[in-house]
């Protein structure tokens, strides 16, 4: 999947600055730890860590088209339909060195310029470097699930697959203000806000032109609002042949490639249409599913709003279905509170975690896939697109004029334990979640005349798509990156996407449940058992002792006077969480008080590792 980072200046000559750009682009050495390369010109110096997927001899990194007066590249992701591409280029009379999807791009743009973008399905970010022009494009995919972050500078711009990659340049301070501390605890993640003052992130479907006289941006895609003239049975007959060729083209790549299975309908699709499209093609070897599970968890488990039953013995029930080779991943308290498991997923993300022991057992389950594989494919986006959340079959929530994740935020106490410890006043989180929202519901693409359940509901969706999903793919890429794991995503195609999010709402929810069409569409393929399953997110571990560990964190870090977390609450403040009794925080997830408290050890961490400068 690999990792990019690059500084352009037009006022400076960069032909000695292949110190910087190595420095820069070293950050990135776990999204890419097979090979590395610096490029250098006048006025760009481009760098990449490569991570071998396809071509593993060939796509070498940055590439050029030909000499330095040619077009270069530096790129990560994958083209899934690079060889209809490739051959379509052909025809027009390219000659290709290589058989890598990198140099499919590069040859794309030298045939149809910056709109080709649009003829892409895949998930990517790059920057291409053109010296004829002197410009530079920076490019995402439709559903932002490459990351890929710049910062405009007085005669040029950085970038990079990640912060860190921009961090490392001498130029650039790491500061967050009260913008930024408003964007980092709201639960909102605002399309294009990096946090760090001065950084962002391309949005989605964008190209970022950058040339002598400033920056342009430009989409070649977004959603729209039109008439679903299907009906029922041909819908889900539609999105049945969709899936099966979405994950047949995610599944080409030169290693071994498997999937992350936690026995919910989305995952479990994935991974029965995997396993079929490897039969398809004569493979007998068993797809690898990976499951991730806490030991003692089926004991003691309790059942909440949010998570029903414990996932393992339904993906067990799914692997013994399909024929996959199933392994699960068992954690313990020592595992995810281990403090080089901290700081790395810490060092992950750039900012201090969100969804608390959720990222640390991610973490661990993609280290351990990384042994045995080097690709997964995952179910995120699914609850987005089809309505599998408790959000969307919540009256409360469904009628909040505010982003409906904030109801479950309410109702388990991460809203109130903000406000416990002064942040959800302080920073005016309460204004800024009002604005972000009215920004949002904006955007919203509607058919005319549309009104009532349905349009409300369109809204729900087109607000779980580009905000919350895109939480959830960026925390899924920048953890699986740390290990050099590369998760693929096959409910991100937008051919999907835009056909599902244009079904009427009646016919996703047509028989009073969640994600009903997915459901119907997997009938037959998948376990009653899992079909007929209520929605469970991420696993979070419900063992007492582990809140225990976490108050001793908080206690270690209200012992030192001097603490860099007093610069957004007080000592007493906090104390306000502690005092409430052993057990108060048993369930995690990022809606809950325990996951503020991990929030608030984490961000002490991380404005010493990061030297972040507070500015309030």
Not at 454 to 479: C, G, H, P, Q, S
């Amino acid at each position: 999947m690999c990792g990019l980072a690059g500084w352009v200046s037009y006022g400076r000559d960069l032909t000695e600055a292949a110190d910087v750009a190595e420095a820069m682009t070293q950050t990135m050495t776990c999204r890419g730890p097979d090979d590395g390369g610096v490029w250098t010109s006048p006025h760009a110096v481009l760098g990449h860590r490569r991570l071998a997927v396809i071509d593993l001899e060939g796509g070498r990194q940055p590439m050029a088209a030909g000499d330095q007066s040619q077009p270069v590249i530096t790129y990560t992701g994958e083209v899934y339909n690079f060889t209809e591409l490739r051959a379509e280029l052909e025809s027009l009379g390219h000659a290709f060195r290589t058989t890598s999807d990198t140099e499919v791009v590069l040859r794309a743009y030298l045939e149809w310029g910056a709109s080709f973008a649009e003829r892409l399905n895949g998930i990517y970010a790059f920057a291409v470097w053109d010296p004829r022009t002197e410009e530079l494009l920076l490019i995402r995919d439709r559903m932002g699930v490459k990351p890929l972050y710049y910062f405009p500078t007085a005669d040029g711009v950085l970038f990079g697959s990640e912060p860190k990659a921009i961090l490392a340049h001498d130029e650039v301070d790491a500061v967050v203000d009260a913008e930024g501390l408003r964007e980092m605890f709201s639960i909102v993640k605002t399309p294009g806000h990096a946090v760090f003052q001065g950084m962002r992130e391309v949005l989605p479907a964008t190209v970022v032109r950058f040339t002598r006289d400033g920056h342009t941006t430009d989409t070649y895609w977004q959603l729209t609002a039109r008439e679903h003239t299907d009906d029922l049975p041909a819908t889900v007959a539609r999105v049945r042949e969709l899936l099966e060729d979405i994950v047949d083209r995610q599944l080409v790549a030169d290693v071994t490639v498997g999937t992350l299975l936690s026995g919910g309908l989305d995952s479990s699709a994935v991974t029965a249409l995997a396993a079929a499209a490897r039969a398809r093609r004569g493979v007998t070897e068993p797809i690898r599913a990976f499951s991730v599970d806490f030991a003692g968890h089926e004991q003691r488990f309790e059942a909440n709003v949010q998570w029903e039953d414990p996932d393992t013995p339904f993906a067990v029930e799914v692997a013994e279905r399909v024929g996959a080779e199933h392994i699960i991943v068992t954690l313990d308290n020592d595992d995810i509170l281990d403090p080089q498991v901290r700081g790395a997923v810490l060092r992950a993300q750039d900012l201090p975690v969100s969804t608390g022991d959720m990222e640390y057992s991610l973490y661990l389950l993609c280290r351990a896939l990384k042994e045995r594989m080097t690709v997964a494919l995952s179910g995120e986006a699914a609850d987005e697109l089809f309505g599998g959340y408790t959000w969307f079959h919540d009256r409360e929530a469904v009628e909040l004029d505010s982003f409906p994740w904030h109801h479950p935020f309410e109702k388990a106490g991460g809203i109130g334990a903000l406000r416990e410890v002064g942040l959800w006043d302080r920073l005016g989180l309460g204004d800024y979640v009002k604005r972000r929202y009215t920004e949002a519901l904006e955007e919203v693409p509607r058919l005319p005349g549309e009104t009532g359940h349905e349009a409300r509901m369109r809204e729900l969706t087109y607000l779980n798509i580009t905000r919350w999903e895109n939480f959830l793919l960026d925390r899924k890429d920048r953890v699986s990156m740390a290990v050099s794991l590369e998760v693929r995503v096959p409910f991100t195609d937008h051919r999907l996407v835009e056909y599902v999010y244009n079904t009427p709402w009646a016919m996703k929810n047509f028989d009073g449940r969640e994600k009903s069409l997915l459901r119907e569409a997997m009938r037959g393929v998948l376990p009653d058992s899992v079909l007929d399953r209520k929605k469970n997110p991420y696993p979070s571990t419900q063992d007492g002792s582990y809140e225990t560990a976490l108050r001793g964190l908080v206690e270690d870090v209200l012992a030192d006077g001097d603490a860099p977390v007093f610069a957004i609450v007080t000592e007493q403040e906090v104390r306000r969480l502690l005092d409430r009794p052993a057990g108060s925080y048993a369930v995690g997830g990022p809606w809950s008080a325990r996951a503020v408290l991990e929030r608030l050890v984490e961000f002490n961490t991380w404005v010493t590792a990061y030297d972040v400068r507070v500015e309030l």
